[in-house]
């Protein structure tokens, strides 16, 4: 979770998500981001911390949060053969369905959307994403 204005870091990012997801939230008003690549493990606490984090930044910098908008952005996932990317992409859906933020999906390139069929095999089109923390682009 970072600020806009932060010295050290112009951009931050994931890659290689397959079955894993790569979840970018950012509140507009402050411009504070978050960035996580989840992998179904502790998936509802890394989430909750994230949100917490993120709403106690954007507090910080005087924005009101009842409640934070927050846009969100899901890459990563797949047609796996498994069902590893339905079942986090479930997961993930459900958590931000039961938060009390006001959570808005602006990006969802994941699972079926997020599947080619090649040779046989399925794979997944986009694997990471990056964001430019003072503009969010």
């Known amino acids: 979770v970072i600020t806009p204005d932060d010295s ?10 397959t079955t894993c997801h790569i979840v970018v939230l950012r509140d507009e008003t402050s411009g504070v981001t978050a960035l996580c690549h989840l992998d179904g493990s502790n998936t509802h606490q890394g ?9 106690t930044l954007s507090r910080a910098r005087g924005v009101p949060t009842d409640p ?11 047609l796996d053969d498994r ?11 459900r958590i931000f ?3 009390g ?8 390139c994941f699972t079926d959307l997020n599947n080619r069929y090649s040779r046989g095999v ?4 986009v694997y990471g994403i990056a964001v430019n ?5």
Not at 47 to 55: G, I, P, Q, R, V
Not at 83 to 93: D, M, N, P, R
Not at 122 to 125: D, K, Q, T, Y
Request: glycine share 10%; proline share 2%.
């Open 8 to 17: 050290s870091v112009s951009v931050i990012g994931s890659q290689d998500a």
């Open 47 to 55: 989430l909750s911390d994230m949100l917490t984090k993120l709403e």
């Open 68 to 78: 934070l908008r927050v846009d969100c952005h899901v890459v990563g996932g797949f």
């Open 83 to 93: 069902g590893y990317s339905h079942h986090l992409t479930k997961e993930i859906i």
């Open 97 to 99: 369905s039961g938060h």
């Open 101 to 108: 933020t006001d959570i808005h999906l602006r990006t969802a």
């Open 122 to 125: 399925h794979w997944p089109v």
């Open 133 to 137: 923390v003072a503009t969010g682009e």
